[in-house]
């Protein structure tokens, strides 16, 4: 019995070595935070699969040798703003597999899809969003955000019931969740804010919101989680808020002891981070209404014009704010960043954008920069940690199986690279600039950067829809 089945094993062997596999990553030190695997192995993809993971060397149609290098599920962002050619080149040299719009999201959905099917270098997907809807049924002027109906007014009965039947239709179409920023649309009551909470529940999607206020001054950040988690809590609906840090800033320490009050009493609430201490918007939007250097806890030194990296002053604070556009606003202290990355339930993220090489260093080295500043150099967090963060937590906030793991099964989306060389080389003064030490990116069983360089004429992304 015993020589039946060693003979049994040595034929599983010799058939997995045996067989051609489309690409070969080989000699690679392979880690999957979901089973704990952390180890050398070789894998086999055929088409956009993972066949199989070895011990022992396969056979493939393509190789790459990955020897030194670590081999980690691709790292899913699910909140990027830029959903562009340009953007995903970025994302793509930074490790970036899977980016999402979920806080803004999109409406119509189904036309968003359409705009990047067979154009994507990486996986892309969002929301169904109750900003654009809102902005649309409102007549707003703006175009990425709202910058005068949807701001300044509150929704008629019969408007809500329209804002409401455009998100419904988005999760029809196919939408990942729901998007949701309040802050950016003041005069939104908070009886349509539960009626979206109850959407989200009857619908089994999540919410990924940006609250309605930030800051110490009341009605600030401890006001705004109230009301989300209380909704959360009166529907059963799921709640992912986003950027914690960036609206909670010294109050964060409170605000995770809140959030994972939730979580212990059986919430469904998860948050995010990203690396830097500035964040960054449309200078045009509510986040500047009167009261803005109370609720930031800033001035106008500390806001920055991505267009020309000057710091502003009142007149170009008012100059620019008449004519719109982004800009970065420093106002996160440094140990707030670190405390909130190592934190154990908290998804990194890099609510990113790029215009024309003009934008947030985030958008290019978000992912470079935790593996190099914060495990490397700092040690706030283990590799494990974070490519946990990176992968397992965002494809668990989605509920999605067969991204963000590097099991046999699961989709080719890997990305390759040097723990002592990864390191991101985005500013503020020039934030488009590739990360580097990251040589080797796969999606969907498709090589997108190989030996440091993005491939030319692929496109292998594809929508990720519920």
């Keep these: 019995m015993r020589a039946i089945l060693f003979l049994s094993w040595i034929l599983v062997a010799f058939s997995a070595s045996a067989e051609q596999y489309d690409l070969v990553i080989a000699n690679g030190h392979v880690m999957d935070p979901e089973s704990g695997l952390d180890a050398v192995r070789f894998i086999g993809l ?4 993972i066949r199989t993971i070895s011990t022992s060397p396969l056979s493939g149609k393509d190789v790459i040798d990955a020897r030194g290098l670590v081999v980690a ?18 994302k793509a040299r930074d490790g970036v597999t899977t980016a999402l719009e979920m806080e803004v999201g999109a409406s119509p959905v189904d036309e968003w899809y359409r705009a990047r099917e067979g154009k994507a270098l990486v996986n892309f997907g969002a929301s169904s969003g109750h900003i654009p809807a809102r902005m ?40 990942l969740g729901i998007g949701m920023g309040i802050a950016y649309m003041p005069k939104t009551s908070r009886e349509e804010i539960l009626d979206l909470f109850k959407l989200a529940h009857a619908r089994a999607a999540a919410i990924y919101v940006h609250m309605r206020n930030p800051g110490p001054v009341e009605p600030g950040v401890v006001d705004s989680l109230q009301e989300v988690i209380g909704d959360a809590v009166m529907t059963g609906a799921s709640l992912h808020i986003v950027h914690l840090p960036s609206m909670a800033f010294r109050q964060t320490p409170l605000a995770l002891k809140m959030i994972d009050g939730a979580r212990q009493n059986g919430l469904d609430v998860t948050t995010e981070c990203y ?3 500035a964040g960054m918007t449309n200078i045009e939007s509510a986040i500047f209404d009167p009261g803005w250097q109370q609720r930031l806890g ?3 030194g500390d806001l920055q014009w991505t267009a020309t990296g000057e710091r502003l002053t009142s007149d170009t604070f008012n100059k620019y704010r008449q004519q719109g556009g982004p800009v970065i606003i420093h106002s996160i202290p440094e140990n707030i960043v670190a405390l909130t990355l190592a934190h154990p339930g908290v998804i990194i993220a890099s609510d990113g954008w790029l215009i024309h090489g003009k934008g947030h260093p985030r958008a290019a080295g978000t992912y470079a920069r935790v593996l190099a500043h914060y495990v490397r150099e700092q040690h706030a967090l283990t590799l494990m940690e974070a490519l946990r963060k990176m992968t397992e937590l965002p494809a668990e906030r989605l509920g999605l199986s067969n991204i963000g793991r590097l099991q046999e ?13 990864v390191q991101d080389k985005a500013t ?14 796969v999606v969907n069983g498709v090589p997108v950067v190989r030996n440091g360089k993005i491939q030319d004429g692929v496109y292998p992304g594809i929508g990720l829809k519920r």
Excluded: M, W
């Design 298 to 300: 800033i001035s106008y």
């Design 73 to 90: 599920p691709g790292f899913i962002d699910i909140h990027c703003h830029g959903q562009d050619d340009e953007n995903y080149r970025y």
């Design 428 to 441: 503020y003064a020039n934030p488009a600039q590739y990360s580097e030490g990251i040589p080797f990116v």
């Design 136 to 175: 649309h049924v409102l007549h707003d002027s703006g175009t990425f955000l709202p910058r005068d109906n949807a701001v300044n007014n509150a929704a008629s009965p019969a408007e809500v019931e329209q804002i409401l039947r455009s998100v419904q239709e988005g999760l029809n179409e196919g939408g």
């Design 409 to 421: 099964g699961a989709d080719a989306d890997l990305t390759i690279f040097d723990p002592a060389r």
């Design 46 to 49: 055929i088409g956009h699969k």
């Design 275 to 277: 690396p830097y201490t």
